[in-house]
């Protein structure tokens, strides 16, 4: 970059201007897993434990977290977050809802929520996962993405 180049980044939007509203996320995903490692999970037999018990907290967590994460986001105050997990075949959906009274969206907070979720059960059961040459042929992350996205004024919840 010579002296005449100038390149200016805002680091993070101004939001200062914008009307405290409120906001609601819904984000899914889905993980396909063997069969035997769905049995695994629906039977209890994770030696690492309560895999969707777990998995809700990796996802709630992650939501409180996603500042941290991803560097543009603001940090949130998180009034609500639903996680919910549904057998679709051998894929396991993971969708999360965010609520928040604030002056951004939380979709992204929605997002890293189902991200988180599904890599903890990704993490989980891996062992159930791998190939005898140790690869995970099966089990596979896939279409996340956002739902839906509202926002109201706070009279408009009542």
Request: glycine share 6%; hydrophobic share 40%.
């Amino acid at each position: 970059m010579t002296e005449e180049t100038s390149i200016e980044l805002e680091a993070v939007v101004r939001i200062h201007e914008k009307e405290v509203l409120f906001r609601r996320a819904v984000a899914t995903g889905l993980l396909t897993l063997q069969s035997k490692t769905k049995s695994a999970i629906e039977d209890g037999s994770v030696k690492k434990g309560d895999v969707l018990q777990a998995s809700t907290i990796a996802a709630i967590q992650a939501v409180k977290e996603t500042p941290r994460i991803i560097p543009h986001c603001h940090p949130i105050p998180i009034e609500g977050v639903q996680v919910d997990w549904v057998w679709e075949g051998n894929n396991l959906r993971c969708t999360v809802t965010v609520e928040a009274m604030y002056k951004t969206g939380v979709e992204m907070e929605a997002l890293t929520g189902v991200s988180a979720g599904l890599l903890c059960v990704f993490d989980m059961v891996k062992s159930f996962e791998k190939d005898q040459h140790g690869q995970y042929t099966t089990a596979c992350i896939r279409e996340i993405h956002v739902i839906s996205k509202t926002k109201n004024l706070p009279s408009q919840n009542e």
